[in-house]
């Protein structure tokens, strides 16, 4: 089955039970100053689910576009190094609003995966939230999953890639217990089950989530208990192929082949297993499908995470051996790929090639010089002996050749060094506090200043996120 295939039988699958078929919203959310991108497909649905808004239906499903880098959910650092992440993916779901609860969802969901998907029962593992015996026995009573493939999961706070089974938007929202279907990929990929010490691992990959909304958490972390208890659920579309095309990693799937092929034509490489090809096929969609909605690379908010998306993606290009813009040529195998589910794609794809190819000049101009830098710092640690980059340095990297924190600390994870963050945030509130004062005192002369009328140009700031999560 190939990606849109699956895509579309997933809505239609939906649509025969009653659900509406919605379209993506934006990756940038409308309306919600708490949220830096559209991260889950019942962001649309916020204010229905907290009973602010009446829709038409009840029962909704969509193929929402989401965006994990920067904010609550940030995946950026795990793209390249795990099967399954990606910065940019589409989320399928079903939504009920107020009409069908825990039952119906978790049979709705097996009876796609085994019957219509034809999944192998034994290959499918399920989590629930730790206290929720009602979805404990739907599994293991209603739907008959033998008990030693359930596992029950608390809400492991800080835990990086723990399961966690209580899901929330964002620090405040709608959120309740969940429970997650995972797949598990065969004994030949390492990896313990949901809920084992090695759980990290790749074998047992997690593609549905099924949260039972029944909370508003507010800014205090209090749980308001929400009108109705809802349905949310999210399956990745590039994890559910992988399964269905019988290949273990998102990386293999049809759509990823071709656009990886691209770029191993456009920069040469030849190793189609370079982890640099994987970060290009994902940034390319990341950054072509934010420009289109509307986001230009800039100093700060989504624009600053934007220009960080596409220079990680310059420097993996330049670790190939590319020396000059590149990186917007991929976008017309994209717009091949998806083109035809994301009509934007097609309308803008001339703003996004200009708007990449614009960032690209502008970094080509600094790389080499940050990049011999960095190298030569590098040397020096490795024959110190030294672990950790100097935040000065990184701070300098920043300010002067335009390397982000996290580029800099993706070029020394390669190499096995870390980045002196506290250093590098302590050189920037002094440059910061320097500039603040150069500003006052360039105020000061502006008032004093007497001759025709001055307009004061402020700074450009070099802020990350600021309060949006
Ligand atoms: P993981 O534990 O693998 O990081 P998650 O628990 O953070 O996933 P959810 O917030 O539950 O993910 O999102 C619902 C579904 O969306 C997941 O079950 C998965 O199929 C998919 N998904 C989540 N994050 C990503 C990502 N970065 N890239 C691709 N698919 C994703
Ligand atoms: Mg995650
Ligand atoms: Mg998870
Ligand atoms: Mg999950």
Known sequence: MKTSDIRKAFLDFFASKGHTIVPSSSLVPQGDPTLLFTNAGMNQFKNVFLGLEERSYKRATTAQKCVRAGGKHNDLENVGYTARHHTFFEMLG????????????????????????????????????????????????????????????????????????????????????????FYDHGPEVPGGPPGSPDEDGDRYIEIWNLVFMQYNRDDKGEMHPLPKPSVDTGMGLERIAAVLQGVHSNYEIDLFQRLIAAAMELTGCTDRDQPSLKVLADHIRAASFLIADGVIPGNEGRGYVLRRIIRRAIRHGWKLGVRAPFFHRLVPALVAEMGEAYPELVARQSV??????????????????????????????????????????????????????????????????????????????????????????????????????????????????????
């Not at 809400?155 to 890639?161: F, I, L, S, T, V």
Request: glycine share 10%.
């Open 94 to 181: 079903n939504f009920s609003f107020g009409d069908y609860f825990k039952r119906e969802a978790i049979a709705y969901a097996w009876e796609l995966l085994t019957e219509v998907f034809k999944l192998p029962p034994e290959r499918l593992w399920v989590t629930v939230y730790a206290e929720d015996d009602e979805a404990y026995r739907i599994w293991a009573e209603g739907i008959g999953v033998p008990r030693e493939r359930i596992v029950r999961i608390g809400d492991n706070k800080g835990a990086r890639y723990a399961s966690d089974n209580f899901w929330m938007m964002g620090d405040t929202g709608p959120c309740g217990p969940c429970t997650e279907i």
């Open 352 to 469: 996004i090639e200009a708007t990449l190819r614009q960032e690209e000049e502008r970094f080509f101009g600094t790389i080499e010089h940050g990049m011999s830098l960095l190298e030569t710092v590098i040397a020096q640690m490795q024959a110190n002996g030294q672990g950790e980059l100097d935040g000065e340095i990184a701070f300098k990297l920043h300010d002067t050749y335009g390397f982000p924190l996290d580029l800099t600390a993706d070029v020394l994870r390669e190499r096995g060094f870390t980045v002196d963050v506290a250093g590098f945030d302590a050189a920037m509130a002094r440059q910061k506090a320097m500039a603040r004062a150069a500003g006052k005192f360039k105020m000061q002369a502006v008032l004093e200043y007497e001759g025709p009328t001055t307009r004061f140009e402020g700074y450009e700031t070099l802020e990350d996120e600021g309060e949006i999560v």
